[in-house]
């Protein structure tokens, strides 16, 4: 195995630094690590850090490229940051309490657009009524994007129905609403002579209401590169690693600046500390996942297990993989991906999870399968018993709605 990277134990041992410095920099994402230092090197004069050398790939010698831009604008306009701008408009939110359950509300709106958390949790949090956070997230339906804030499809659509800025007669405006509460039977209404009318109007409702925010083609930066052929290769991403030294040290008796040049020090090392530890636990990965890396499927393996292996707690193995990702043949994944419960004995709950997908990918979009029937499929191909709220809990995990929504969902696609 080619072992790109490595650290003497002594060296580790005479670090001595303070977990201010050292968790941080181990969390921090790769993209995000030469913000993190430069930041840093503000308060030190005695840091220097310069660019990594992709940032520079990305521009052209007439300015920054199309590509580095479209990433860019990306990260600054999204969906929580629209909102947010909305929430601090006094139009519809003028005071410090509607703004200050807004924001709560806007902690639980998930990626797709959609309102998944607990009113009464909310109402507690900010010493309100229930009902008055009901009343703020309805104030929900007229931001922007349309549908924002909805608990299902339904509400969704009935957001953007009145917030449409075609205008539509009130036949066509009530036949429509009618429709939308009762999308699952959208069949019964064919032969009504303003169906079309109505579909054309549904047909151009985002779904889901976030989907404008959704980008499924943003670049993701692996930190390392594994390669499987007859032996295993990791590479770590030098290329978006910036540099870092210690500049201009001299003699002083100032303990502020002697305290200043050994923490310029120190983040030297540091960064070396990081590379170090990410490829170990990136080579602990590999070996124990090895069968998913030539196309099997992951196995039962726990944070706890590395942490163990190199002498670390738990909780800093959690930040250290933390937006994290490798690039293989397979594709790109985050290190959290490696990470699964043992559901019995070497069967992993990926593999059961991978089951639950492959069955609805394939299941009859007239009658989509419930949980329950999916817990019977389950038992008997693995020979396993399990309760039903689990299937329940693997399927929202792999964002597979429900049976219900399905076959909405379903209905939907043929208008």
């Given amino acids: 195995m080619a072992n790109t990277l490595s650290i003497s134990t002594t060296q580790k041992q005479n670090l001595n630094l303070s977990l201010k410095l050292w968790l ?9 690590l030469e913000s993190y230092l430069t930041n840093l090197s503000y308060e030190n004069p005695f840091l220097e850090v310069k660019k990594p050398k992709e940032f520079y790939n990305n521009f052209t010698s007439n300015g920054t490229s199309g590509e580095f831009i479209e990433s860019l604008a990306f990260y600054t306009n999204s969906l929580n940051d629209k909102l947010s701008e909305q929430i601090e408009d006094d139009t519809l939110f003028p005071t410090p309490n509607s703004k200050k359950v807004a924001l709560e509300i806007l902690c639980d709106i998930d990626e797709n657009g959609y309102f998944d958390g607990d009113i009464e949790k909310i109402a507690i949090t ?13 104030r929900f339906s007229r931001l922007e994007p349309s549908g924002v804030g909805a608990l299902n499809i339904e509400e969704s659509f009935l957001f953007q129905l009145d917030s449409m800025d075609k205008e539509i007669d009130d036949e066509l405006y009530n036949f429509t609403k009618k429709i939308i509460k009762d999308i699952t039977h959208i069949d019964k209404y064919a032969t009504h002579h303003r169906f079309n009318d109505a579909k054309d109007i549904i047909k151009y409702f985002n779904n889901p209401p976030a989907i404008d925010y959704i980008n499924d083609n943003v670049q993701v930066i692996p930190d390392f590169f594994v390669e ?19 500049k201009n040290p001299f003699n002083t008796k100032n303990e502020n600046i002697k305290e200043k040049l050994k923490e310029a020090k120190d983040l030297v090392n540091l960064l070396n500390l990081r590379k170090a530890t990410l490829y170990k636990i990136v080579l602990i990965i590999v070996e124990k996942q090895i069968s998913f890396f030539v196309g099997g499927e992951l196995k039962p393996f726990s944070m706890q297990e590395i942490a163990s292996e190199l002498g670390f707690a738990e909780s800093t193995i959690s930040r250290a993989v933390s937006n994290k990702y490798i690039e293989c043949n397979l594709g790109t994944f985050p290190l959290k991906f490696f990470f699964t419960n043992a559901v019995d004995k070497d069967l992993s709950s990926s593999q059961i999870k991978s089951y639950i997908k492959s069955l609805v990918d394939y299941e009859n979009k007239d009658e989509p399968l419930t949980d329950e029937t999916i817990l019977e499929f389950i038992e008997e191909k693995f020979g396993l018993k399990m309760v039903r709220r689990t299937i329940t809990k693997y399927r929202k995990i792999l964002d597979i709605p429900s049976s219900k929504e399905r076959k909405k969902l379903y209905k939907l696609e043929n208008l």
């Fill in 24 to 32: 941080p920099m181990l969390q921090t994402s790769i993209q995000d």
């Fill in 228 to 246: 499987i052929n007859e032996d295993i290769e990791i590479k770590i991403n030098n290329s978006y690693y910036p540099d870092i030294k210690v």
């Fill in 126 to 138: 900010c010493n309100v009524y229930k009902e008055y956070v009901e009343s703020i997230r309805q």
